[in-house]
C-alpha cells in the first residue's frame, strides 16, 4: 500500500503534497575555536543559524557534531556529545523536528531522549546496538548509503553496478529494520552522494534517484550540496557551489526526491517555491 506520510517523532509529513521536496537545513556544530573550556560562543553561533534557517523556511533541522566529509576522522563520542546536546536542548521546542547526524548508537540515545525527532545515520544502522535504540522510540530514520569509512572512502570506490547495488544494499537495511519491528513510515532511504563514489558513480545514481525512490518505495533525502560533486559539475570551488547546488535540489525534485539536504535553506526554498508553481 503506497505511504502517505513520513513520521518523524512528533512530526507527520504527508508525501502527496505535490512536487516540492521537504528542505533539511544542515547545522554543523564546529568545535569552538575562540575559547578552549566553556562552548558558549559555538553554542550561540549554532542557535542564531538555526533562527536563520526557520526564518528562510527550512522543514527539518539536521544537526551534526561529526564531520563524515571524506577524508574526515571519527570523533570521540563524548566530545560529539558535548557538542549535541547544548544544541539539542536549546532548540527542541522550536517548532522544528531536529533530525541528529550520527552512526553512534550512545549518541541516538541522548539525543531521542533529550527530544531529538529524527536520526540520520550515513552508517544504514549497521553499527551494533543501533536498531535497539530506535526501536524503542518513535523517530524518523535516514538509511544511507555508503561504502567503505568517510576516512578513506574515496579511495577507489568500485562498483560493478551503482544503481543495483546502492538500491540492493537499501533494500537489505529496509528489510532488516522492519523485521526489527519499525514501522515503515518511519523509514527514509539516502544513496549516499560522495559516499565512496567517484564523479562517474555520483553522476549515474544523480539520474536514478527517481527509479531508486520508486523500486523502494520509500521516501527519498537526496544531500548533494555544496559537495566535490558539485565541483566536478560546475569547475567551482567549496565556495561558489550555491547554483549547482540549487540545480541539484532542483534534480532530484523532478525525479519526486521527498527531502532535499542543503547548506543554502533560502536559496533553495526559493527555488523550490517557484518549481512547485511550475509544476502543480
Ligand atoms: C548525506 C550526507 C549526510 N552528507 C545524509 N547525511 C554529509 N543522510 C553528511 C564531497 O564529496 O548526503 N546524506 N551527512 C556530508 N558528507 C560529505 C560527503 C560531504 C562527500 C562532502 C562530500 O565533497
Known amino acids: 500500500m503506497k505511504q502517505h506520510y513520513f513520521h518523524c517523532g512528533r512530526y507527520r509529513f504527508p508525501l502527496d503534497r505535490?512536487?516540492?521536496?521537504?528542505?533539511?537545513?544542515?547545522?554543523?556544530?564546529?568545535?569552538?575555536?575562540?575559547s578552549d573550556g566553556g562552548s558558549f560562543h559555538s553554542l550561540d553561533l549554532a542557535l542564531s543559524h538555526a533562527e536563520q534557517m526557520i526564518a528562510d523556511g527550512v522543514d527539518i533541522i539536521d544537526i551534526g557534531g561529526e564531520s563524515t566529509r571524506p577524508g574526515s576522522p571519527p570523533l570521540a563520542l563524548e566530545e560529539e556529545l558535548r557538542r549535541l546536546m547544548p544544541v539539542v536542548y536549546a532548540l527542541?521546542?522550536?517548532?522544528?523536528?531536529?533530525?541528529?547526524?550520527?552512526?553512534?548508537?550512545?549518541?541516538?540515545?541522548?539525543t531521542l531522549a533529550a527530544g531529538a525527532d529524527m536520526i540520520n545515520d550515513i552508517f544504514g544502522f549497521r553499527s551494533d546496538g543501533a536498531i535497539d535504540v530506535?526501536?524503542?522510540?518513535?523517530?524518523?530514520?535516514?538509511?544511507?548509503?555508503?561504502?567503505?569509512?568517510?576516512?578513506?572512502?574515496?579511495?577507489?570506490?568500485?562498483?560493478?553496478d551503482?544503481?543495483?547495488?546502492?538500491?540492493?544494499?537499501?533494500?537489505q537495511r529496509v528489510d532488516v529494520l522492519l523485521e526489527a519491528g519499525i514501522e515503515r513510515p518511519r523509514l527514509s532511504i539516502d544513496p549516499g552522494f560522495g559516499f565512496g563514489k567517484n564523479s562517474e558513480h555520483n553522476r549515474t545514481?544523480?539520474?536514478?534517484?527517481?527509479?531508486?525512490?520508486?523500486?523502494?518505495d520509500l521516501?527519498?533525502?537526496?544531500?548533494?550540496?555544496?559537495?566535490?560533486?558539485?565541483?566536478?559539475?560546475?569547475?567551482?570551488?567549496?565556495?561558489?557551489?550555491?547554483?549547482?547546488?540549487?540545480?541539484?535540489?532542483?534534480?532530484a525534485?523532478?525525479?519526486?526526491?521527498?527531502?532535499?539536504?542543503?547548506?543554502?535553506v533560502?536559496?533553495?526554498?526559493?527555488?523550490?517555491?517557484?518549481?512547485?508553481?511550475?509544476m502543480s
Open 219 to 251: 521516501p527519498l533525502l537526496a544531500g548533494m550540496s555544496r559537495k566535490r560533486m558539485i565541483g566536478d559539475l560546475t569547475g567551482r570551488g567549496i565556495e561558489n557551489r550555491l547554483a549547482g547546488s540549487v540545480g541539484a535540489a532542483l534534480v
Open 266 to 278: 533560502a536559496a533553495t526554498v526559493d527555488a523550490l517555491r517557484v518549481w512547485q508553481a511550475g
Open 162 to 171: 551503482v544503481v543495483q547495488e546502492v538500491s540492493d544494499f537499501l533494500r
Open 134 to 160: 530506535v526501536r524503542d522510540s518513535d523517530c524518523g530514520l535516514c538509511i544511507m548509503h555508503m561504502q567503505g569509512v568517510p576516512q578513506t572512502m574515496q579511495e577507489e570506490p568500485q562498483y560493478a
Open 253 to 264: 525534485a523532478a525525479q519526486g526526491a521527498a527531502i532535499v539536504r542543503v547548506h543554502d
Open 18 to 34: 505535490g512536487p516540492r521536496p521537504l528542505v533539511m537545513g544542515i547545522l554543523n556544530i564546529t568545535p569552538d575555536s575562540f
Open 92 to 110: 527542541r521546542d522550536c517548532g522544528k523536528p531536529l533530525s541528529i547526524d550520527t552512526y553512534k548508537p550512545a549518541v541516538m540515545r541522548e
Open 205 to 216: 545514481l544523480l539520474k536514478n534517484i527517481g527509479h531508486i525512490a520508486r523500486t523502494l
